[in-house]
């Protein structure tokens, strides 16, 4: 349904991208009875036909898109050398959400309202703010007007590595079939720590999807990716020597692979007065996890809700809290400054908390006695030499 006007048309938003956060605002739009009228043009700069990535999340609330989870887990698996333990999640449940699925389900929602929505296939190369509203143009030549941008381009920064941390979670997973029951579907390998960590942060990550599939992947905390085949390496360990499963036992049904920036580096929530970010470009991307889908959702129920009261975002455009982005700078020191320690500290964590204090003080939702509690399950020394780098304004090394 695209509506390329002869003529810069405004319009009442503009979203500047297709994936998970611009496609997130655009359903939560869709879905407020008081933003019927306004109009909406989304501008993605590809065909979103394919499954390109999978996202998993928890809650202890129904979300808008439990019904597309491939998987919903009660139990969630924690592994590392002399601990281990099976984790009752209570009241919330973790789910996976491939990407096909919500694009599609999030296009039929925006296709159902054509007075509303026009969604044009397009790169933006210039978004700026104006007198009254914004103006993008874009790599076709194309420009357009609008009262408010929404931008979720990936972020361009200038790394300053003196100042600020610098890692990646980066993986790669095989989703397998296999001869005979192998994994329990009621239960997530959510991090198993039991392999060797190089001086880094190093765990296996399995989704059981039924005893005979599941996506199993090796997964990373540190600076630089990997050449394919050391993850295939260890994907291939784990199979044969934890899962007992020779070359005829399995195969291969699809594969993914990814790296998700993981930094303090400042970024910013919006430009001017008309431009706000959304997604990874807005830090929605946890910079100690990685987790990023229900943040999104956060965001984009917030802004909603605020254009359908008040007709403009809220002055806080995500409700982020201070103590948080210091709990995740004092990770990532720790995670770029000696990562193996890592592993003892969700080891510490796992052992010494309920699960559901974790999952809230993850979801930045825990008061400051759970936050203390929290802080002090762990051991303090590397806590208290990364608290020293931040006052000094320097990052740690190893």
């Known amino acids: 349904m695209p509506y390329p006007p ?42 979103k036909d394919r499954n390109d990535r999978t996202w998993s999340y928890w809650a202890d609330e129904p979300t808008p898109f439990d019904k597309l989870a491939v998987g919903e887990w009660q139990h969630i698996a924690f592994r590392a050398p002399g601990f281990a333990r099976v984790l009752n999640l209570g009241k919330y449940r973790y789910r996976t959400v491939r990407g096909l699925d919500f694009y599609q389900f999030v296009h039929q929602a925006l296709v159902a309202r054509p007075a509303q929505f026009t969604v044009l296939r397009g790169r933006v190369a210039s978004l700026e703010n104006t007198g009254v509203g914004v103006r993008a143009r874009t790599e076709a030549g194309e420009e357009f007007i609008a009262h408010y941008a929404f931008d979720s381009r990936p972020p361009a920064i200038t790394p300053r590595p003196g100042r600020h941390r610098y890692l990646l979670q980066h993986f790669v997973g095989w989703e397998i079939e296999t001869t005979r029951d192998v ?35 090796y997964t990373l905390f540190s600076a630089q990716v990997l050449a394919k085949a050391e993850y295939e390496a260890h994907i291939l360990d784990y199979l044969t020597n934890t899962l007992d499963l020779a070359p005829a036992d399995y195969r291969m049904v699809e594969e993914e692979m990814g ?3 993981m930094t303090d580096h400042p970024l910013p929530e919006g430009v001017g007065a008309n431009i706000i970010n959304l997604g990874t470009r807005a830090g929605r991307a946890k910079p100690s996890t ?24 809220p002055r806080d455009l995500t409700g ?25 500290i969700f080891q510490q964590l796992f052992e010494r908390n309920p699960v559901a204090r974790i999952l809230r003080f993850l979801d930045e939702k825990t008061s400051w006695a759970d936050n203390l509690r929290v802080m002090n399950s762990v051991a303090p020394g590397p806590f208290m030499r990364s608290i020293w780098h931040v006052l000094r304004g320097r990052p740690g090394n190893r």
């Open 320 to 344: 982020d809290r201070w103590q948080f982005r210091l709990f995740d700078t004092l990770l990532l020191d720790i995670m770029q400054r000696r990562g193996e320690t890592t592993r003892d």
């Open 259 to 261: 790296a998700i920036p």
């Open 183 to 217: 994994f329990d579907p009621n239960v997530v390998e959510f991090m198993d720590f039991r392999g060797p960590q190089y001086h880094e942060a190093r765990f296996m990550y399995v989704l059981p999807f039924a005893p005979r599939r599941a996506l199993v992947e």
């Open 6 to 47: 002869s003529a810069p048309l405004p319009y009442d938003y503009l979203l500047v991208g297709g994936g998970a956060a611009g496609l997130s605002l655009a359903y939560y739009l869709a879905q407020e009875p008081r933003l019927a009228e306004k109009r909406i043009l989304l501008i993605e700069p590809e065909a």
């Open 290 to 313: 990685g987790y990023a889908f229900r943040r999104i959702q956060a965001q984009s129920a917030r802004l909603a809700a605020a254009l359908a009261a008040t007709g403009r975002p």
